[in-house]
């Protein structure tokens, strides 16, 4: 019998005990990300022991960008304020907003579980556009949603970047998939380097 053959419940059981810290996160967070998800992130950061690495899981398929981006800015803040070690474990599904958390780790610091996915998709819009007025007004109301536009794509961008950064995925290559929504499973993500590793 040979132990730990890569792609084996054994390979990734003798990963796991390299990182007993994944065993307990001290942030658990499941469900939609959303500011219910964010009050319970800073309620379980307060909560949690003030020094030493910091273990936060997620579970989610997805929900609002700007929360996922204030929780990502806890963890930047805790990491260049303190020094604190960070590190991130995505459980069955990393969708959407909850790749977004994802970005705010670096890639050296991020695992998943067997059998999770990522997804990652651009930010969507959903949104009216009601010309009503004098029309010398009217070229002010497009030109205010273009902007809402052009800055929606470059937060996305930003997000993007960090997501990808020190991992063998090119910005253009994730911007390319991202339209019709990249489903990533574990093992592809370790080898893109997305992610370090699969316990």
């Given at each position: 019998?040979?132990?730990n053959v890569p792609g084996t419940a054994d390979d990734t059981q003798g990963r796991?005990?390299?990182?007993?810290?994944?065993?307990?996160?001290?942030?658990?967070?499941?469900?939609?990300?959303?500011?219910?998800?964010?009050?319970?992130?800073?309620?379980?950061?307060?909560?949690?022991?003030?020094?030493?690495?910091?273990?936060?899981?997620?579970?989610?398929?997805?929900?609002?960008?700007?929360?996922?981006?204030?929780?990502?800015d806890g963890i930047r803040l805790i990491r260049e304020y303190t020094g604190r070690?960070?590190?991130?474990?995505?459980?069955?599904?990393?969708?959407?907003?909850?790749?977004?958390?994802?970005?705010?780790?670096?890639?050296?610091?991020?695992?998943?579980?067997?059998?999770?996915?990522?997804?990652?998709?651009?930010?969507?819009?959903?949104?009216?556009?009601?010309?009503?007025?004098?029309?010398?007004?009217?070229?002010?109301?497009?030109?205010?949603?273009?902007?809402?536009?052009?800055?929606?794509?470059?937060?996305?961008?930003?997000?993007?970047?960090?997501?990808?950064?020190?991992?063998?995925?090119?910005?253009?290559?994730?911007?390319?998939?991202?339209?019709?929504?990249?489903?990533?499973?574990?093992?592809?993500?370790?080898?893109?380097?997305?992610?370090?590793?699969?316990?």
């Open positions: 019998m040979t132990d796991a005990s390299r990182y007993p810290l994944l065993a307990a996160p001290h942030v658990q967070l499941h469900g939609a990300v959303d500011e219910a998800m964010y009050q319970s992130f800073k309620d379980q950061l307060l909560a949690a022991a003030p020094d030493g690495p910091l273990v936060v899981s997620i579970t989610t398929l997805g929900g609002d960008p700007e929360m996922a981006r204030a929780m990502g070690e960070t590190l991130f474990l995505g459980k069955v599904a990393v969708y959407s907003a909850g790749a977004t958390f994802m970005s705010a780790f670096p890639v050296d610091c991020r695992f998943l579980t067997r059998g999770s996915r990522l997804m990652i998709h651009e930010r969507l819009m959903n949104s009216t556009v009601q010309l009503n007025g004098p029309l010398s007004t009217l070229d002010y109301l497009l030109k205010a949603k273009l902007h809402e536009i052009s800055d929606s794509i470059r937060i996305q961008d930003e997000g993007f970047a960090a997501l990808v950064a020190g991992s063998r995925v090119s910005l253009e290559e994730l911007k390319a998939k991202a339209p019709s929504n990249w489903y990533i499973e574990a093992e592809e993500a370790r080898s893109l380097g997305l992610v370090l590793d699969i316990i």
